[in-house]
Nanobody, 121 residues
Framework: QVQLAESGGGLVQPGGSLRLSCAASSISPYRFIEFDMNWYRQALGKERELVASIRGTDSSTNYADSVKGRFTISRDDAENTVFLQMNSLKPEDTAVYYC???????????WGRGTQVAVSS
């Protein structure tokens, strides 16, 4: 069973940066390509939204319009880890950030428990 564990959240001032990590267990590095990896976020009282994606096959990326140019998703297959570098943070980025792995062949989602990001002065 794939397990995901996020880390790196915290409190940061507007304009600051954070780097989130998502460590995946029970996945062999050569199988990373079977998954699409995503970061979602959910702010208080709002629906969960997709923030950034990276495809397992070719590492192509996609971003929500609200974070384009500020956030960067990346992966380290050897370490079974996906990252979300967040720069120029804004108060509206405040949310719980969730790591998601989607295994395409069996159409199954795996979720982490989330990490809180708060942007405030």
């Amino acid at each position: 069973q794939v397990q995901l564990a996020e880390s790196g959240g915290g409190l940061v001032q507007p304009g600051g940066s954070l780097r989130l990590s998502c460590a995946a267990s029970s996945i062999s590095p050569y199988r990373f390509i079977e998954f699409d990896m995503n970061w979602y976020r959910q702010a208080l009282g709002k629906e969960r939204e997709l923030v950034a994606s990276i495809r397992g096959t070719d590492s192509s990326t996609n971003y929500a319009d609200s974070v384009k140019g500020r956030f960067t998703i990346s992966r380290d297959d050897a370490e079974n880890t996906v990252f979300l570098q967040m720069n120029s943070l804004k108060p509206e980025d405040t949310a719980v950030y969730y790591c998601n792995f989607y295994r395409r062949r069996i159409e199954k989602d795996y979720w982490g428990r989330g990490t809180q990001v708060a942007v405030s002065s």
